[in-house]
Nanobody, 123 residues
Framework: QEQVVESGGGLVQPGGSLRLSCSAS????????MAWFRQVAGKEREMVARIIYDQTPTYADFVKGRFTISRDSTKSTVYLQMNNLEPEDTAVYYCNAPPGWERQFRRAGMNVWGKGTLVTVSS
């Protein structure tokens, strides 16, 4: 059973915007911690943003001021609003446990990564 489903990716021109969605199972969403990651073929996966309880979200330097992570409890969904996209943002985006939260996620049934959603920024 999939614990998270990522969606919202697509092709967008430089400077454009996309909103990604991470629909999580109740078990996962109730942990109240989530992170977005991205991976380019041939490179390691890197964290983009994380949100933990009601703490101030944190972002990788390369997306600060452009991306916003948020959570909708009514929909068990975590969003990643991406503005002013750059070609370097092209990647497959995933949601999963923030660093240090992997054990809780495994206990809740999150044992594999989701399929991710592809974001392509190109003119």
């Amino acid at each position: 059973q999939e614990q998270v489903v990522e969606s919202g990716g697509g092709l967008v021109q430089p400077g454009g915007s996309l909103r990604l969605s991470c629909s999580a199972s109740t078990n996962i969403f109730n942990i109240k911690a989530m992170a977005w990651f991205r991976q380019v073929a041939g490179k390691e996966r890197e964290m983009v943003a994380r949100i933990i309880y009601d703490q101030t979200p944190t972002y990788a330097d390369f997306v600060k001021g452009r991306f916003t992570i948020s959570r909708d409890s009514t929909k068990s969904t975590v969003y990643l609003q991406m503005n002013n996209l750059e070609p370097e943002d092209t990647a497959v985006y995933y949601c999963n446990a923030p660093p240090g939260w992997e054990r809780q996620f495994r206990r809740a049934g999150m044992n594999v990564w989701g399929k991710g959603t592809l974001v392509t920024v190109s003119s």
